[in-house]
């Protein structure tokens, strides 16, 4: 690898370490405030909901626009898209309760997965992307359980609590690897 390639990387894995971390704080705030808003659908449970995929897009414009190398512009476009949808669909559906909340946000926990998986598998020269690679596999099985969920009469928000929680440790995890990663470079 030349000097530069080194440098561009180290500086990669800067700007995905600061993303990483402020999506940790940014999970973990939302989940505390998802939970205490109670398992049904609410203006608060609402606007919470919209929220975080529109955090997601905010995220994938940072990581777009920070990320010099191993950015599969691509995937991340894909990403954004599908998080706007999501917010929009959470909107339309929220009204419709719980059940319907659930299965939008299933189908976007399913296919963000996805989408997680192919970015971080292209990025896992960096380092710290083992986490992000096992977090994208893990919301396509949670996505899956939330349709499930919404079928069932314990059908509750206060799960995408957990999720947004376990998300957010993936994510501080590669900001520490990354933090290793940056330092070397």
């Known amino acids: 690898m030349t000097t530069v390639a080194v440098t561009t990387a180290g500086r990669t894995a800067v700007a995905l370490r600061n993303l990483y971390v402020v999506r940790f ?3 973990l705030i939302w989940a505390v405030l998802l ?3 109670g398992p049904a659908s609410g203006p608060v ?3 919470l909901l919209v929220i975080y995929p529109l955090f997601d897009v905010a995220a994938a414009i940072v990581d777009l ?3 010099t190398t191993a ?3 691509a995937a991340l476009y894909v990403n954004l898209a599908l998080s706007l949808l999501t917010a929009v ?3 339309v559906t929220a009204g419709s309760g719980v059940p319907a909340v659930l ?3 299933g189908a976007w926990a399913i296919t963000a997965g996805i989408v997680q998986l192919i970015v971080a598998v292209s990025r896992r020269r960096l380092g710290g992307q083992w986490a992000m690679i096992l977090s994208g596999a893990i919301s396509t099985i949670a996505g899956t359980t939330f349709i499930l969920q919404s079928g069932t009469p314990t059908a509750s928000l206060t799960n995408l609590a957990g999720y947004a929680t376990a998300g957010g440790v993936f994510f501080l995890i590669s900001a520490l690897r990354l933090h290793r990663t940056s330092k070397s470079a």
């Open 89 to 91: 669909g959470l909107a």
């Open 35 to 37: 939970f205490l808003a």
């Open 25 to 27: 704080g940014f999970a």
């Open 103 to 105: 299965r939008v946000w």
């Open 65 to 67: 626009r920070s990320s």
């Open 71 to 73: 950015r599969p512009t």
């Open 45 to 47: 449970s609402t606007a």
